[in-house]
């Protein structure tokens, strides 16, 4: 029973290139949700999604960023036009489907994204 | 403005004493409670959690307390390990629309010294 796969691992972008990060969820899972993890800081919400629907981008910078879960294959991270603020590791996680209080999420091992 | 506060940043024990991590939370909606560890490189890993309706949830050396008239967790680590040095993070969930979501504190840090 795989886990969250996220890919790639490790990213070197230069400025102004754009990075996409994939991640598919746990089997059964239909919820993706997006974290960021700036060095010396926690982890950030960024976005949540279900399949084709994006339900929760507050946490999402309001331009260069964008993400999506279609129907078929991972949910990706975009991120155009990369700055060295954006240097970070990213976190994907998912979750079973419905609103029970015990659903626990899951992360996969995360993608460190270098800006140079 | 943090909902979910983790005050210290790190704490050192010694091997085969107990851990204390602690976890303030200010949003009363807040119903279901979960503690990650991380290690350097690596994805969070769920530990143990607890729902609103018990005070305490215990899974081998790791025990959760859950004070909601203080809004205030804590995790017990007995006995420490060098294997327990990681970041700590407490998550609190809340059901949103027709999702739940989570919220995290910004870490702490556990070494455990042998």
């Known amino acids: ?116 | 403005d943090q909902q979910v506060k983790q005050n210290s940043p790190s704490l050192s024990v010694q091997e085969g004493r107990i851990s204390i991590l602690n976890c303030d939370y200010t949003n009363s909606m807040f119903d279901y409670f979960l503690w990650y560890k991380k290690y350097p490189a690596e994805g969070p890993t769920f530990l143990i959690s607890i729902s609103s309706i018990k005070d305490k949830n215990e899974d081998g050396r790791f025990t959760v307390f859950l004070n909601k008239s203080a809004k205030h967790l804590s995790l017990h680590i007995v006995p420490s390990q060098p294997g327990d040095s990681a970041v700590y993070f407490c998550a609190a969930s809340d059901l949103r629309g027709s999702a739940r979501q989570l919220t995290f504190g910004s870490g702490t840090q556990l070494t455990v010294l042998p």
């Open chain 1, 1 to 116: 029973n795989a886990g969250v796969m996220q890919n790639p691992r490790h990213l070197v972008r230069r400025r102004g290139q754009e990075a996409r990060l994939r991640c598919s969820p746990m089997k059964g899972h239909s919820h993706v949700y997006w974290y960021r993890q700036l060095p010396e800081e926690g982890l950030k919400f960024m976005v949540y999604l279900q399949k084709e629907n994006i339900i929760d981008e507050s946490g999402m910078p309001k331009e260069r960023f964008s993400a999506e879960f279609p129907k078929e294959g991972p949910s990706i991270l975009r991120i155009q036009q990369v700055v060295r603020g954006d240097s970070a590791a990213y976190f994907c996680a998912s979750s079973p489907p419905g609103p029970r209080t015990g659903n626990t999420i899951y992360f996969g091992e995360g993608s460190w994204l270098t800006v140079v």
